[in-house]
Nanobody
Framework: VQLVESGGGVVHSGESLKLSCVVS????????IGWFRQAPGKDREGISC????????YSIDSVKGRFTVSSDNAKTTVYLQMDNLQPEDTGIYRC????????????????????WGAGTQVTVIA
């Protein structure tokens, strides 16, 4: 199983980035794919997730209205469109695949995803 992220970079406040996560080696339509970020000195934080069997998205409150998660099953790719980026969004963004529903991997359960990508760096300059 491989998950490969791309699309990170250095942007200024208010700008946008679109991250991609290409998934191979598993049944794409039967997993949840989540996006997580780790800022310097902070714990890893779950950001968004999508259930690829029914395209149901989930995002934490702090990014709702700015981040949009989507999937393209034909390309076995999950995207994270990030708009109006702010310096606090800086971090390493990793995608991960899990066998359960998205809700398993966020509050209050925080189950561990099964497969992880290496990550892509996002830096937002004020």
């Amino acid at each position: 199983v491989q998950l490969v992220e791309s699309g990170g970079g250095v942007v200024h406040s208010g700008e946008s980035l679109k991250l991609s996560c290409v998934v191979s080696g598993l049944a794409f339509g039967s997993h949840s794919i989540g996006w997580f970020r780790q800022a310097p000195g902070k714990d890893r934080e779950g950001i968004s997730c999508i259930n690829t069997s029914n395209d149901t998205p989930y995002s934490i409150d702090s990014v709702k209205g700015r981040f949009t998660v989507s999937s393209d099953n034909a390309k076995t790719t999950v995207y994270l469109q990030m708009d109006n980026l702010q310096p606090e969004d800086t971090g390493i963004y990793r995608c991960a695949a899990g066998f359960g529903a998205c809700s398993w991997y966020f509050s209050p359960y925080y189950s561990e995803m099964d497969y992880w990508g290496a990550g892509t760096q996002v830096t937002v300059i004020a």
